[in-house]
Structures are given as structure tokens and as C-alpha cells.
């Protein structure tokens, strides 16, 4: 089979296990992911850095499955991680600390310190304040904290408003025209060590040249910060590669990270390192939601199929009007009709899919595509509805790599007063 997902004898497969049968023996709604596709992915952004001094370091907001990250540590990426939490998770999955940059516009002083004691690789700081904290923390260690300054290169990456971050009215990072007085501010601080700068201009990028106009910014600063006197030892141009969820047609991996490490090499930087931090990139395509079916419900202006996933396990249609494609695992041979593919909770915004033709009945299962990214870990307990397992899938077996939440969890901390 050529896809991690297609159809073999008229059932979707996740590589060689059947998604009916994976529906039917966990219940739904059932995350699914591929090793393969996984790996994949990783490999791609690993052969195009192969012979470059260039790194890819996962970023686990995307998806902080242990499983999925320890594929990726075994595979030897370093990770992007942006709380203690995805700290905690990265090391769990076997990664090595050296290997980690810690991103984020709010670290706590607690997160500081459990990275400073770890030995992350880097901390990529977007304020000044944030500065302080951390030369003060790391003082209070007897540590001196690597640093990159993460800079706003106030381009437009051209996507979706809530998921675009380079732009001069965004919350991220330093802008452009104080980073070189913020970078001095930074080496007057004794308990840092200035080693690094990056950008992250969005998400669902889908152009190559929002990238490059980021770069040529970043490289003349990284110049003028030289010529100050710091030294930049890796350039981390952070995420942000889109996929395919319909008809967009984003670079493939491989030409993305050599026009970045090109260009880099152009402009005469070619003796730094470079990071990447991809996240949907190399999950996103590689995991799906399935979903039954509970009823149908036909109207006069919509016809709606009410499934048992809702904005709770998925969020992103609600949150951003993101389409992802609709499959019945099953496809049925009868007329199609158009559904608003639904959830169970009660609001108006808890969709999945608009205008989906599909010959449907209830108690079928669909796959909502593409959900490996910014899917599970976006979930949430709203309407008190558990979360859903995740499933590994490796050639034909298919592992639990997360068990499905029960109610009990979900009510385990809450007390009720006692008078
Ligand atoms: N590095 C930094 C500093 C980031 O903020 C992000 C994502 C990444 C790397 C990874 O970006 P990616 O390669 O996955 O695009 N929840 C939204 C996406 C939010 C992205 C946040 N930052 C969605 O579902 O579309």
C-alpha cells in the first residue's frame, strides 16, 4: 500500500489493520496514527539536512503522544517544547536534554529552573522581562542559561489570522527594530550565554517565500549583532510548514528545508547550525479521527449526521473553520446525500465537516483526515465527555498507545464541601 491511509478491498486501512476493525475493537471516537507515516515524514526533513549543519527539533504541541515522540527520539530528533509538561513528556519519550530548545512568551520561573537543571540545548526568549527572569534564576542555579532571541521579522505568512505569528501586531517574540538593543541588554546579563536567534512566522504555511523574506531580515540582524560583539552559533528558523487537508499544494519537505538551508549558505551563513521545528508537518497527515455515526437527521435546509466526536476531541473546525476531509471507512455503494457532519455538544459551533456528500446510515464509521496535528492535544473535557484513545499503528498491529478516559478520571480531583 502506498498511503498510511487508503483503501484496500473497499476499507480504509491506517498501513495494513483495518479502521472498521479498529473501530470496532477500541469504540470510537479513536484517534489512529502510522508509525510509518511518522516516520516518513521525520525522514524527509532528516535526508534533506543530511551533510548540513541542520537539526529538526520536534515541536510537541503538535502532538505530545509518548509513542509518537519517542518514534521521533529514536529516529534522533531533538524537540521544541513550550511548558514543563511537554519537558517532562520529551524526556519520558527518550529524549536527550541537549537536544531540546524551550519555547514560549510565558515561562514560569519554576519551568525555568526544572529546564536549567535538565540542561536544555536552548531557551528561545521573547522579552526583555523574560530576560531578566531567567538571568535571575539561572544566577540563584550558579547556571549560566543559553539564549536565542526570538525575533518578529513582521512578515505575512499569508494564513489563517489565529495561526499567523510574525506579524508586527502579533504577541511573539522581539520586534524587529529593538532586537538589536535587546540582544545588547542580553550580553550585560552575566548569568546568560547569547548562542543563538530564530523566528517562527506562523503555522499552515503553504509559500516558501514568507520564509525567505524572514530569513534575509534575520540574517542582517544577525550581522549587526556580530558586529556587537555577541556570536550566533545556530539560526532556528522554527515551524510552520503546511500540509495538504484539501486542495493546497504546500512545498514538499525536502525542497522546503533546502531553499531555507540554501539561501542561508547564499548570504554566507553557511558555518551555522540551523534549526527547524516542525510540528504538523510530520504529524498532521500521518494520523485520523474516527468517528461513528449516532444518527441522521434530515431537515429542510441541512441534512445532519450527529456523530460521537465534537469540538471536545477536535477542534480545529469549530476554533478556525479548518476543513478536513470526511471519509466513511466503509464507502456504501447507494446515493450520496450532503450532511453538516456534527458533534454531540451543545453548541451551535460544534462541527466537523460542512456539505459533505456521503451515502450514509447511522452506526457507520467515518475518518476525519488529517487530524494527526493539533488533534488530540487540543481536546478537551467539555460536557464532561472523556477524551479519546490513541491508537499506534505499526504494519498490522495496532497498539494502545493511550488508553480511552473514563468519567471516574475526569471527576477524580473535584471535592464537594462539606458544610
Ligand atoms: N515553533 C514554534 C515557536 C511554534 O509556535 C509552533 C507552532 C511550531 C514551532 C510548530 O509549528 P507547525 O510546524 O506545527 O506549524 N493550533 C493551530 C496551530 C498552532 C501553531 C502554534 N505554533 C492549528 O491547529 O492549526
Redesign the pocket.
Known amino acids: 500500500m502506498s498511503l498510511p491511509f487508503d483503501f484496500a478491498d473497499g476499507v480504509l486501512h491506517a498501513e495494513r489493520v483495518s479502521l472498521a476493525s479498529l473501530a470496532e475493537q477500541f469504540g470510537t471516537p479513536l484517534y489512529v496514527y502510522s508509525r510509518a507515516a511518522l516516520e516518513t515524514a521525520y525522514g524527509a526533513y532528516a535526508n534533506a539536512c543530511a551533510g548540513r549543519r541542520a537539526t529538526v527539533h520536534v ?1 510537541v ?2 502532538n505530545s503522544n509518548l509513542a509518537v515522540l519517542n518514534v521521533f527520539a529514536r529516529a534522533g530528533a531533538g524537540f ?1 517544547i ?1 511548558s514543563a509538561g511537554e519537558l517532562t513528556r520529551a524526556l519520558k519519550a527518550g529524549a536527550s536534554a541537549d537536544k531540546i530548545v524551550f ?2 512568551v510565558g515561562k514560569t520561573a519554576d519551568e525555568m529552573r526544572t529546564a536549567l537543571r535538565v540542561g536544555v540545548k536552548c531557551f ?1 526568549v521573547e522579552s526583555i522581562p523574560e530576560l531578566d527572569r531567567l538571568n535571575t534564576v539561572a544566577g540563584e542555579l550558579g547556571l549560566r542559561a543559553p539564549v536565542s532571541l ?1 525575533v518578529n521579522p513582521d512578515v505575512d505568512a499569508k494564513t ?1 489570522p ?2 499567523s ?1 510574525g506579524l508586527k501586531s502579533n504577541k ?1 517574540g522581539v520586534a524587529f527594530e529593538e532586537a538589536r538593543a535587546t540582544y545588547r541588554s542580553a550580553a550585560r546579563m552575566k548569568h546568560l550565554e547569547v548562542i543563538g536567534i530564530d523566528c ?1 512566522i ?4 503553504t509559500q516558501i517565500s514568507p520564509y525567505l523574506d524572514a530569513l534575509d531580515k534575520v540574517l542582517e540582524l544577525v550581522t549587526q549583532v556580530e558586529s556587537d560583539g555577541a556570536t550566533i552559533h545556530h539560526i532556528d528558523v ?5 500540509i495538504r487537508y484539501d486542495d493546497e499544494e504546500p512545498p514538499e519537505i525536502g525542497a522546503f528545508v533546502r531553499a531555507i538551508l540554501d539561501r542561508i549558505a547564499e548570504r554566507g551563513h553557511a558555518h551555522r547550525e540551523v534549526l527547524f ?5 510530520l504529524v498532521g497527515n500521518a494520523g485520523v479521527l474516527l468517528t461513528r455515526v449516532e444518527y441522521l437527521k434530515p431537515g429542510s435546509a441541512k441534512n445532519f449526521a450527529i456523530v460521537d466526536a465534537g469540538m471536545n476531541d477536535l477542534a ?1 473546525p469549530s ?2 473553520q ?1 476543513f478536513h476531509g470526511i471519509d466513511a471507512v466503509v464507502p456504501r455503494k447507494g446515493a450520496a446525500s450532503v450532511y453538516d457532519i456534527v458533534g454531540p455538544v451543545c453548541e451551535s459551533g460544534d462541527w466537523l465537516g460542512r456539505d459533505r456528500s456521503l451515502a450514509l446510515e447511522a452506526g457507520d464509521v467515518l475518518a476525519v483526515r488529517s487530524a494527526g ?2 488533534g488530540f492535544v ?1 481536546s478537551s473535557n467539555y460536557n464532561t465527555r472523556p477524551r479519546a484513545a490513541e491508537i499506534m499503528v505499526d504494519g498490522d498491529q495496532a497498539h494502545v498507545v493511550r488508553a480511552r478516559e473514563t468519567v471516574e478520571q475526569l471527576l477524580a480531583g473535584e471535592t464537594i464541601l462539606t458544610a
Open positions: 515541536a504541541k503538535a521544541d513550550v519555547s514560549g528561545n526570538r489563517h489565529y495561526i505569528t511573539f517562527h506562523g503555522s499552515q504555511i522554527g515551524g510552520g510548514l503546511g521545528e516542525p510540528g504538523r508537518s480545529r476554533m478556525y479548518a496535528a493539533y487540543m
